[in-house]
T-cell receptor, first 114, second 112 residues
Framework: GENVEQHPSTLSVQEGDSAVIKCTYS??????FPWYKQELGKGPQLIID?????GEKKDQRIAVTLNKTAKHFSLHITETQPEDSAVYFC?????????????FGAGTRLFVKA | DAGVTQSPTHLIKTRGQQVTLRCSPK?????VSWYQQALGQGPQFIFQ???????QRGNFPDRFSGHQFPNYSSELNVNALLLGDSALYLC???????????FGPGTRLTVL
């Protein structure tokens, strides 16, 4: 069935370093890949997304890359700050009978040490 | 511009009881999806409502049902609660022409 695998499950970096989170998806019909940040006690917040017709997208310190052939996509955070500490989720979405269906990865807990 | 809102924030029920959770979508959005997020896991898709009808459904039993009202708000109902239903229930909304979803803060359900 449809599946999204996310690695690593936990990531600890020093403030100012870069962080990379990787995901793979199984459903070749997936065409939209959002990334969410979830802080303790809050709902997921959309931070960046990419569509299947684009290979890379950047927004300030955050970038996403997509390799459709390999079914891989990644989140890159540069110059990490303590406030980047949170759980990050990747997701893959596909059209499905008039709507769409989104599958989430299991999450990566990012710790940024000051 | 109000985002997605959910009520209540927290809820405690006992096994076998029934629960109703509520969601109001972001202004301008007409589609609502519900997700279950167990502790330490990613959100799992329950179902999606558009034009007051269930349009998509994930792998959840019939104990999970929903409704969408003419003002696009939505309810999630869970019957015959099990201990394993304890989770954060998230509501997400989007405009019907887009698959970009925005989440609410969630309702934390504890089943004792």
């Amino acid at each position: 069935g449809e599946n999204v695998e996310q690695h690593p499950s936990t990531l600890s970096v020093q403030e100012g370093d870069s962080a990379v989170i990787k995901c793979t998806y199984s459903d070749s019909a997936s065409n939209y890949f959002p990334w969410y940040k979830q802080e303790l006690g809050k709902g997921p917040q959309l931070i960046i997304d990419i569509r299947s017709n684009v290979g890379e997208k950047k927004d300030q310190r955050i970038a996403v890359t997509l390799n459709k052939t390999a079914k891989h996509f990644s989140l890159h955070i540069t110059e990490t700050q303590p406030e980047d500490s949170a759980v990050y989720f990747c997701a893959a979405s596909r059209p499905n009978t008039g709507g769409f269906k989104t599958i989430f990865g299991a999450g990566t807990r990012l710790f940024v040490k000051a | 511009d109000a985002g997605v809102t959910q009520s209540p924030t927290h809820l405690i029920k006992t096994r076998g009881q029934q629960v109703t959770l509520r969601c109001s979508p972001k202004s301008g959005h007409d589609t609502v999806s519900w997700y279950q997020q167990a502790l330490g896991q990613g959100p799992q898709f329950i179902f999606q409502y558009y034009e007051e009808e269930e349009r998509q459904r994930g792998n959840f039993p019939d104990r999970f049902s929903g409704h969408q009202f003419p003002n696009y708000s939505s309810e999630l109902n869970v019957n015959a609660l099990l201990l394993g239903d304890s989770a954060l229930y998230l509501c997400a909304s989007n405009s019907g022409i887009s698959d970009t979803q925005y989440f609410g803060p969630g309702t934390r359900l504890t089943v004792l």
